[in-house]
């Protein structure tokens, strides 16, 4: 797994520390009463581990699966929502917790059937942001890093379904990439 990265971006020790202030933020910042974090799998899921760990207040955690690449480095353009049942969302105000957003399709279709569901509020949280032009207006209210438009993986985000365990948020040579 090692020879395949080109480039570490964000290191571990960068990352927790971030995820400190993050987390203290949404204590601060996040209304009264027991907050319902929702987790687009499988992306989110190592940083949302992370993340969630360190926000102390009363939370439950649901899941959700899109998909939005397919497997590929390029965005398909189209979000499929793959679960049979959708989180019970009335009246709540909902933490939405994505790996990245690039286009913005995934948290603008996602946002807006949560709202459709009922929910009070949807507040946005990505550990990265993508400097690019986005497709759907959205931004997230809580943003780990902003970086460059290239492909990243590592921290939980994949490529071809692998290097999701990689500690940190690295890009990938190009033979890596070639190879699949
Ligand atoms: P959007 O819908 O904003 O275009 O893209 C969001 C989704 O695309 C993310 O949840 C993520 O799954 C995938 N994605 C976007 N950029 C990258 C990237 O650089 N690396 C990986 N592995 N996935 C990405
Ligand atoms: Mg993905």
Do not use: W
């Amino acid at each position: 797994m090692k020879q395949d990265i080109a480039r570490v971006l964000i290191d571990e020790k960068v990352i927790e520390k971030r995820l400190d202030v993050m987390a203290a933020q949404i204590e601060r910042e996040f209304p009264e009463g027991t907050l319902l974090a929702i987790i687009l799998l499988k992306g989110a899921l190592v940083f949302a581990a992370d993340l969630l760990r360190r926000v102390e207040r009363p939370l439950e955690i649901e899941c959700l699966n899109v998909s939005s690449y397919h497997g590929g480095t390029e965005s398909s353009g189209k979000v499929d929502f793959l679960d049979r049942s959708f989180p019970e969302v009335k009246g709540r105000h909902v933490l939405l917790l994505d790996d990245i957003l690039d286009t913005g399709r995934t948290l603008h279709a996602v946002a807006e059937r949560l709202r459709e569901e009922g929910a009070e509020a949807v507040h946005t949280c990505v550990l990265l942001s993508k400097d690019r032009p986005r497709v759907e207006e959205v931004e997230a209210d809580y943003t780990g890093f902003q970086i460059g438009d290239e492909f990243v993986v590592g921290y939980g985000l994949d490529y071809m379904g692998r290097y999701r365990n990689l500690p940190h948020v690295a890009v990938l040579t190009p033979e890596a990439i070639a190879r699949g």
